[in-house]
Each structure stands twice: as C-alpha cells, then as structure tokens.
Nanobody
Framework: VQLQASGGGLVQAGGSLRLSCAAS????????MGWFRQAPGKEREFVAA????????NYADSVKGRFTISKDNAKNTVYLQMNSLKLEDTAVYYC????????????????????WGQGTQVTVSS
C-alpha cells in the first residue's frame, strides 16, 4: 500500500488549500482514510476521516465547519479542502489508511492507522 500526499504550501490566514492523497497497492473499499497533522513540538493529531464506502465524515472540533474531507473512488484519492485557514493550522499534514475491515467506529487514534503518506507541509502566514 502506498499513499502519496500533495497540495500543501504557503497561504495567508483566511485562505484555502486543497490536499490530495492518492492511494495505491490495495483495495480500499472496506477501510477508512484519515488526515492527521503534526505541528512542531506537538503530537500528531486527528483532523478528519472518511470511509471509502461512504457515510458521514468525522472531523476534529478544531476544523469543523472549515475543512471538508471527500473522496473519489474511481481515482482512489481522498481530498481535504481547507478553508478559512488559521495560523494554528500550520503543520505537516499526513494521510493514512486504517485497514481494519469494516471498523464500526471511525478511529481518531493515529495508532489505529496502518499506512501513512509522506506528509505535506501547510504553512499559514499572517
């Protein structure tokens, strides 16, 4: 399984970015895709997650109403649309896949995700 994250960059506060995560090397329909982020000196934290088979996405409280996770099953790609970016959103963003089949509750724990992308830097400036 390989995950390739892209789309990070430098943006002013209030701006938008869209991250992409292309997945390959497996069949993902029974799994969950997540986005996490890690700021300097901080632990990796959950941002959002979505099931490949659909359903209501999950979001961290800090990004609800600003970020949207979506997927394109045909392209095996998950997106994270980030709007109204704040300084505190600055971090390296990672996509990951939880390969526990049909996990009943979406996990927000990084340890439950089995494969990770390489990370993409998002920097929000004032």
């Amino acid at each position: 399984v390989q995950l390739q994250a892209s789309g990070g960059g430098l943006v002013q506060a209030g701006g938008s970015l869209r991250l992409s995560c292309a997945a390959s090397g497996g069949t993902f329909r029974s799994y969950i895709m997540g986005w996490f982020r890690q700021a300097p000196g901080k632990e990796r934290e959950f941002v959002a997650a979505i099931r490949w088979m659909g359903g209501t996405p999950n979001y961290a409280d800090s990004v609800k109403g600003r970020f949207t996770i979506s997927k394109d099953n045909a392209k095996n790609t998950v997106y994270l649309q980030m709007n109204s970016l704040k300084l505190e959103d600055t971090a390296v963003y990672y996509c990951a896949v939880d390969m526990t089949p049909w996990r009943p509750v979406v996990s927000t724990r990084a340890g439950d995700y089995d494969y990770w992308g390489q990370g993409t830097q998002v920097t929000v400036s004032s």
